[in-house]
């Protein structure tokens, strides 16, 4: 009997990862995958991600905790025993042989039929936009190239899930950007589970069905690239997703909060009285506007064109930053104000952990409903 729709196809249970000079990567980590999405692993260098996917592909063994695949333990299952490939930083491909041969190297390991190779091979290649370019050499193959190949060698074995290891960061920005809409569409077109690695926040929204942001070994916040832009649960996320204004402030009450010398209407419930927090907003939310009719007032320090919008560094009175996205022009030195609405203010509560964060979400969402 097959696996039910609602299983997930991977399963981590308090996974740890620790190595004998007594380094531990990952710390209890528990999450789920579910099939046919994209999930990306974000995070800075030395956060864990490459040992999650090294985990899953039976490269390493977990320390403690168990892995499940199909609602099965495959915590010493050998890696070429797992419904899983792995396309790697280098693409790992062999350059002495053609591009036909570097696909068909899996099925040949398995003793295929030279004629059921042929078909699966040509397949995969049509699949990644590489029909017709079954005799060239790797060293005549561009980057973007290169990449497909490697795709192509692993989805020819018809795995159930692709991991794929930073697989864009030798690609230069302008190819970077066109692998990044290839990928999703084959993701979909193949409707199997890709685990995606990276450090750029910018591939991750652009990609990701739900991204996984990782610091020190853990799980800081998983959701999807909206929730988690648009809700970040501590100043790390915040930092590491996009850019973002944050500073100090003062929630007064349910909806009602304090920064900057002023108080604020804001959509952020379910904190303490005068309990101490941090503010987000997103420089995009914010507008330039006539001093007299902002809510803030600042004294424009910098400013940079960086094509589609201005940057716009200014200090208000209480010595904050404030970073603008604007098509307006500022002048350096001139004192602006700053518009935003409500819904723009994120307020974040010092070392909540996500189950707590989403509790609060969902007695705020109750709440509003019974109103």
Same mark, same amino acid.
Request: hydrophobic residues 35%; glycine residues 8%; contains cysteine.
């Given at each position: 009997?097959?696996?039910? /729709?609602?299983?997930?196809?991977?399963?981590?249970?308090?996974v *740890?990862?620790?190595?004998?000079?007594?380094? *531990?990567?990952?710390?209890?980590?528990?999450?789920?995958?579910?099939?046919?999405?994209?999930?990306?692993?974000? %995070?800075?260098?030395g956060?864990?991600?490459?040992?999650?996917?090294? !985990?899953? /592909?039976?490269?390493?063994?977990?320390?403690?905790?168990?892995?499940?695949?199909?609602?099965?333990?495959?915590?010493?299952?050998?890696? $070429?025993?797992?419904?899983? +490939?792995?396309?790697?930083?280098?693409?790992? !491909?062999?350059?002495? !042989?053609?591009?036909?041969? $570097?696909?068909?190297?899996?099925?040949?390991?398995?003793?295929?039929?030279?004629?059921?190779?042929?078909?699966?091979?040509?397949?995969? !290649?049509?699949?990644?936009?590489?029909?017709?370019?079954?005799? &060239?050499?790797?060293?005549?193959?561009? %980057?973007?190239?290169?990449?497909?190949?490697?795709?192509?060698?692993?989805?020819? +074995?018809?795995?159930q899930?692709?991991?794929?290891?930073?697989?864009?960061?030798?690609?230069?920005?302008?190819?970077?950007?066109?692998?990044?809409?290839?990928?999703r569409?084959?993701?979909?077109?193949? %409707?199997?589970?890709?685990?995606?690695?990276?450090?750029?926040?910018?591939?991750?929204?652009a990609?990701?069905?739900?991204?996984?942001?990782?610091?020190?070994?853990?799980?800081?916040?998983?959701?999807?690239?909206?929730?988690?832009?648009?809700?970040p649960? @501590? &100043?790390?996320?915040?930092?590491?997703?996009?850019?973002?204004?944050i500073?100090?402030?003062?929630?007064?009450?349910?909806?009602?909060?304090?920064?900057?010398?002023?108080?604020?209407?804001c959509?952020?419930g379910?904190?303490?009285?005068?309990?101490?927090?941090?503010i987000?907003?997103?420089?995009?939310?914010?507008?330039?506007?006539?001093?007299?009719?902002?809510?803030?007032?600042?004294?424009?320090?910098s400013?940079?064109?960086?094509?589609?919008?201005?940057?716009?560094?200014?200090?208000?009175?209480?010595? @904050?930053?404030?970073?603008?996205?604007?098509?307006?022009?500022?002048?350096?030195?001139?004192?602006?104000?700053?518009?935003?609405?409500?819904?723009?203010?994120?307020?974040?509560?010092?070392?909540?952990?996500?189950e707590?964060f989403?509790?609060?979400?969902? /007695?705020?969402?109750?709440?509003? @409903?019974? &109103?």
């Amino acid at each position: 009997m097959g696996a039910s /729709a609602e299983q997930p196809i991977i399963r981590f249970e308090r996974v *740890t990862k620790s190595y004998d000079d007594g380094e *531990t990567v990952l710390k209890e980590v528990s999450f789920e995958i579910r099939r046919g999405q994209f999930y990306t692993l974000l %995070g800075p260098s030395g956060c864990g991600k490459t040992t999650i996917l090294r !985990l899953i /592909a039976g490269f390493q063994e977990p320390s403690s905790g168990e892995i499940y695949f199909d609602g099965k333990v495959i915590n010493r299952v050998p890696a $070429n025993e797992r419904q899983v +490939n792995t396309v790697f930083q280098d693409y790992a !491909l062999f350059p002495h !042989l053609d591009v036909f041969e $570097n696909v068909a190297f899996g099925l040949r390991i398995k003793r295929m039929k030279q004629a059921d190779v042929e078909n699966k091979v040509l397949e995969a !290649l049509r699949f990644v936009n590489l029909k017709g370019y079954e005799k &060239r050499q790797i060293t005549e193959l561009s %980057g973007g190239q290169r990449q497909r190949v490697a795709i192509a060698r692993a989805i020819v +074995n018809e795995p159930q899930v692709l991991l794929l290891d930073e697989p864009l960061s030798a690609l230069d920005l302008k190819l970077r950007t066109e692998m990044q809409y290839e990928l999703r569409e084959l993701q979909r077109r193949l %409707g199997i589970t890709f685990i995606f690695v990276t450090h750029d926040q910018e591939e991750a929204l652009a990609m990701s069905d739900e991204i996984f942001v990782m610091k020190e070994g853990t799980i800081q916040q998983s959701g999807t690239p909206t929730d988690i832009y648009d809700e970040p649960i @501590n &100043r790390f996320v915040a930092d590491f997703i996009g850019e973002s204004n944050i500073v100090a402030g003062q929630m007064v009450r349910d909806y009602e909060v304090r920064f900057a010398g002023h108080t604020f209407e804001c959509v952020d419930g379910g904190f303490r009285p005068d309990e101490p927090v941090e503010i987000v907003i997103r420089p995009e939310d914010l507008e330039i506007t006539p001093p007299e009719s902002g809510k803030l007032v600042v004294k424009v320090d910098s400013q940079l064109f960086r094509g589609v919008h201005y940057e716009i560094i200014g200090y208000d009175d209480a010595g @904050n930053e404030w970073m603008v996205h604007s098509t307006k022009r500022a002048t350096v030195g001139e004192r602006v104000g700053l518009g935003f609405d409500p819904e723009a203010i994120h307020v974040m509560r010092f070392g909540e952990t996500e189950e707590e964060f989403d509790r609060r979400l969902l /007695a705020y969402e109750e709440s509003a @409903n019974e &109103r």
